[in-house]
C-alpha cells in the first residue's frame, strides 16, 4: 500500500529553470493538496482540487501552476523558479466523503526539497 | 493576521513531564480541530482530531477544544523521548470543507 508518492524526492534547480513535481495517490482520494514548509512558518497551502479537473488556488499560489487530469495523479509545476522558492513541498490527500468527521484525516507523502540557485 | 497561530517554540521538557501545546485561531467557522505529528525529515501524520468543543483521550494524549475562547490544546502526559516531534494543529471548517488550514508547528523536544 503505497499511500501518497511524491516524485523527484530531492532536486536543485537554477534560477529561471522550470519543472514538475509529481504526487500519486492510490486511495481514490477525492481531495488533493499541495503545501511548502519554510523554517517557521509551517505548512502553507499552494493549491488544491477537490476533483479530477478542478483545481483551486490556496494562500500562497503565486508562482505555481498545478494540473489534475487524473484523479489520482496533482502535478505542481514551477514556470520560472525563483530562490524564494526553495522550500520542502508536501503534497497530501483525504477523502472528501462525509462520516461524520471520521473523513478529515489527510495523507501526507514523504515531502520534495528543493533548492533554487 | 494569520487564521491559526502556533508558538514554534522550541520546547525542551525532560522525561516523564506533562507537555501542554497551544494554537489560537480566529476564523469562527472552524468546526473540526487536528493535531498531526511530524518527525524530522518526514510528511506529518495525524495524532487525533475532535468535532466543535470538548476533549478526547487517546493513551497519554488529550486533546481540548475551547470555541468560546477560540483556543485548542494538546497534552501529553508522561512524555517519552519517542514524542520528540514537531506537532502542528490544524482546523477545518467541515468535515467535507476542502481547505486545511495548518499552524506553524512547535518543536519538542523530550530529555531522556
Known amino acids: 500500500n503505497a499511500g501518497v508518492t511524491q516524485t523527484p524526492k530531492f532536486r536543485v534547480l537554477k534560477t529561471g529553470q522550470s519543472m514538475t513535481l509529481l504526487c500519486a495517490q492510490d486511495?481514490?482520494?477525492?481531495?488533493m493538496y499541495w503545501y511548502r514548509q519554510d523554517p517557521g512558518m509551517g505548512l502553507r497551502l499552494i493549491h488544491y482540487s477537490v476533483g479530477e479537473g478542478t483545481t483551486a488556488k490556496g494562500e500562497v499560489p503565486d508562482g505555481y501552476n498545478v494540473s489534475r487530469l487524473k484523479k489520482q495523479n496533482f502535478l505542481l509545476g514551477l514556470e520560472s523558479a525563483a530562490p524564494s522558492q526553495t522550500s520542502v513541498y508536501f503534497c497530501a490527500s483525504r477523502t472528501g466523503t462525509d462520516y461524520g468527521g471520521m473523513n478529515t484525516e489527510a495523507f501526507f507523502g514523504q515531502g520534495t526539497r528543493l533548492t533554487v540557485v | 493576521q494569520k487564521e491559526v497561530e502556533q508558538d514554534p517554540g522550541p520546547l525542551s521538557v525532560p522525561e516523564g513531564a506533562i507537555v501542554s501545546l497551544n494554537c489560537t485561531y480566529s476564523?469562527?467557522?472552524?468546526?473540526?480541530f487536528m493535531w498531526y505529528r511530524q518527525y524530522s525529515r518526514k510528511g506529518p501524520e495525524l495524532l487525533m482530531y475532535?468535532?466543535?468543543?470538548g476533549n478526547k483521550e487517546d493513551g497519554r494524549f488529550t486533546a481540548q477544544v475551547d470555541k468560546s475562547s477560540k483556543y485548542i490544546s494538546l497534552f501529553i502526559r508522561d512524555s517519552q523521548p519517542s514524542d520528540s516531534a514537531t506537532y502542528l494543529c490544524?482546523?477545518?471548517?467541515?468535515?467535507?470543507?476542502?481547505?486545511?488550514?495548518f499552524g506553524s508547528g512547535t518543536r519538542l523536544s523530550i530529555r531522556p
Open positions: 486511495m481514490n482520494h477525492e481531495y
Open positions: 475532535t468535532y466543535s468543543s
Open positions: 476564523n469562527s467557522a472552524f468546526q473540526y
Open positions: 490544524a482546523m477545518s471548517a467541515g468535515s467535507s470543507a476542502s481547505k486545511i488550514i
